[in-house]
């Protein structure tokens, strides 16, 4: 180690706060991997802006020794220290990194956990899963929320009976999450409990949640729960609606979908001209002329191009 070098990282031990922030971030700057040893016992200062700068040159040096230092990090008292190092580790956890991440889940802090949550989403091992469902139990909503919306990035889970029932969780946050978490699970209920929710559920959010689930899953079963969200006083969750139809072709729906040319907001309308294009039946023809009149243009393009393939 240089001089200078040993200069900035004796400075850190300085009781003037200023000579701290001065030597922290000239070791920034110098980006040298033989700061990372001062730089995580700055992580520590009492001062939060030399332990910001702390976390972000431990970032650009990208190192993963200093991911443990780091994680411990999550628990600080201070939002923008705990977002920071969040960020850092976003970058750096790895494959091998899981187990650490496990252990450190199992702690009692409430901030460490959901940044270990949100973590988990970039590994996606399915190894992780027994960790993550007590979360799902949790009396804590955000923990609920944030454990239901990491199964989403969870490798080969097919199923996850422990999930279903979070469509009916008391908190909208939670519902809205598991709504979109369930379009990505293959229980035998999912249909089912999807087809409930878009019709009774009171948050428009979790409503239009769910009929982009459904267009994922394009079940047949959905049809008679979507022919009547089409109606949907929201209309967001017309427009998912129409675009889960356009996924699964019903001449059920057909004269919804021709009452939804009218609609006030273009989105929906739009939408509608192309699920009732897919549905490829002669009397979706002139229904899909008066469209070439809206007065929105990309309606009028999609009722023309719809024709033309008709």
Request: glycine share 0%.
């Amino acid at each position: 180690m240089n001089d200078d070098l040993k200069l900035w990282i004796e400075m850190l031990r300085s009781p003037d706060v200023n000579d701290r922030l001065v030597a922290v971030k000239t070791l920034q700057h110098l980006g040298d991997e033989e700061t990372i040893e001062a730089l995580i016992i700055a992580l520590k200062d009492e001062h939060i802006a030399v332990q910001k700068i702390a976390i972000s040159a431990l970032w650009e040096i990208a190192n993963p020794v200093a991911i443990p230092a780091l994680i411990e990090c999550l628990n600080s008292v201070d939002a923008d220290i705990r977002t920071e190092a969040a960020s850092a580790l976003n970058e750096l956890v790895m494959q091998d990194d899981l187990l650490l991440l496990l252990d450190k889940l199992q702690s009692n802090d409430i901030n460490t956990q959901l940044n270990i949550l949100v973590l988990l989403r970039k590994i996606h091992d399915i190894q992780s899963l027994p960790y993550i469902l007590p979360f799902l139990e949790s009396d804590n909503p955000e923990l609920k929320e944030v454990a239901i919306t990491t199964l989403r990035y969870i490798n080969q889970l097919e199923k996850c009976p422990q999930a279903l029932n979070l469509i009916f969780d008391e908190s909208a946050l939670v519902r809205r999450a598991a709504a979109l978490t369930l379009g990505h699970l293959q229980d035998t209920e999912v249909i089912a409990i999807l087809s409930q929710a878009l019709t009774n559920d009171s948050d428009w959010q979790v409503r239009r949640n769910v009929a982009k689930s459904l267009a994922i899953h394009k079940n047949q079963q959905a049809i008679s729960a979507l022919e009547i969200a089409i109606s949907d006083e929201h209309w967001q969750v017309r427009k998912s609606v129409a675009q889960a139809l356009q996924k699964i072709p019903d001449i059920q729906v057909m004269p919804k979908l021709i009452q939804a040319l009218t609609d006030e907001y273009a989105d929906v309308r739009k939408e509608a001209v192309i699920a009732l294009a897919n549905l490829a039946h002669p009397d979706v023809i002139n229904p899909l002329q008066q469209a070439l009149d809206d007065p929105d243009k990309e309606v009028a393009i999609q009722a023309q191009r719809a024709i033309h393939n008709l």
